[in-house]
């Protein structure tokens, strides 16, 4: 019988030592597939897998944005909620420096820089969520109400249908 070897990523180690209870699921990732993908193979809902994003404001500074995967962020919205002009997404390697994950396996786990963070509020309402673990196609499944305890997220209304 064999057993499936788990990445031990920074965000395993951050998890592990906050005592937080979950579990972890690979699957084949793809290029741009994001949370369709995972969801697919994974035989899970899409709206439970929550994709982290790092983007920045004008003035290039960051900020985490975990959100429903079957949703987009408002950046209109979220750009007035944060009090700035204008919220985009970070070039890929931009995020990677910011958050030590690459793009498709980012995380709000362990990142290198701590960042605020920002919450869809509806995610709470879900009893599970699938979040990455920071490596492509690698998810971890816990209580959404984990994320409150571990990186202290402001709550947000800017998700919008994708």
């Known amino acids: 019988m064999s057993k499936e070897k788990f990445p031990v990523t920074q965000a395993i180690r951050f998890l592990r030592q906050a005592k937080v209870e979950f579990e972890e699921f690979l699957y084949e990732y793809e290029e741009r597939g994001g949370t369709a993908v995972a969801a697919r193979e994974l035989g899970i809902d899409e709206h439970a897998a929550v994709k982290t994003l790092i983007m920045e404001n004008e003035n290039k500074q960051p900020v985490v944005v975990l959100m429903h995967g ?34 498709g396996g980012t995380t709000p786990f362990g990142t290198k820089r701590v960042m605020p963070v920002y919450i869809e509020e509806s995610i709470l309402e879900l009893s599970k969520i699938y979040i990455n673990g920071g490596k492509r196609g690698y998810l971890l499944g816990l209580d959404p109400k984990e994320l409150i305890r571990l990186v202290e997220p402001t709550l947000v209304k800017v998700g919008i249908p994708s």
Do not use: N
């Open 70 to 103: 079957d949703m987009e962020v408002s950046t209109k919205e979220l750009a007035r909620f944060l009090g700035v002009k204008t919220i985009m997404p970070c070039l890929p390697e931009i995020a990677g420096k910011h958050s030590g994950y690459l793009v």
